[in-house]
């Protein structure tokens, strides 16, 4: 009874192992602007979507600006900047667009990117199922090679005379 226990719980563990852990969700926050009394900008360090939040009290409350989406490669600047009439401007490179639904008293704005990448484990993974893969390959043309080079072997020493036969029993 405690051998099938353990052969259904090593099972189940290694499936856990096995089918989780091969991503993780990474999260980028720049273009930070606690004070939006200056300009300020940083480059994106990933290629992605992000998205502009805001807070008016801390930052665990971040509220996702309705149409504020960019899609920003590698390198490209964001930003936020408050205008004397209290509008909140996002920078996006040379672009400046206006963000309608951010109040007049939101303290903190930020650009957020989120995206699913994969694991060291999970490049591993794929390394050791690429190596099986050819291993795979490799043998069955090994027997594909030895299964025709036996066909020929066994045409060569039985020939066959059923065809010059004249006999018919039909």
């Known amino acids: 009874m405690r051998s099938i226990f353990r052969r259904i719980a090593s099972a189940a563990l290694s499936c ?6 091969c991503t993780k969700t990474r999260v980028t926050t720049l273009g930070r602007n606690e004070s939006l009394v200056c300009e300020t900008s940083q480059r994106a360090k990933y290629i992605g ?5 805001w807070t008016e009290s801390d930052r665990k409350h971040l509220h996702e600006i309705p149409g504020s989406d ?6 490209e600047r964001l930003g936020f900047k408050r205008l004397g009439d209290g509008q909140v401007i996002a920078v996006h490179g040379d672009v400046r667009l206006p963000l309608n639904g951010v109040p007049a008293t939101a303290k903190y704005v930020v650009w957020r990117n989120t995206a699913k990448v994969r694991t060291q484990f999970g490049r591993e993974v794929d390394k050791v199922g690429e190596g099986t893969l050819h291993v795979v390959q490799g043998t069955a043309l090994v027997l594909i090679g030895v299964g025709v080079a036996a066909l020929v072997i066994y045409v060569v020493l039985h020939p066959s005379d059923d065809c010059d036969s004249t006999d018919s029993n039909y």
């Open 70 to 75: 960019r899609f920003v490669h590698t390198g």
């Open 49 to 53: 979507t992000y998205t502009a939040l």
């Open 16 to 21: 856990a192992i096995f089918c989780t852990g």
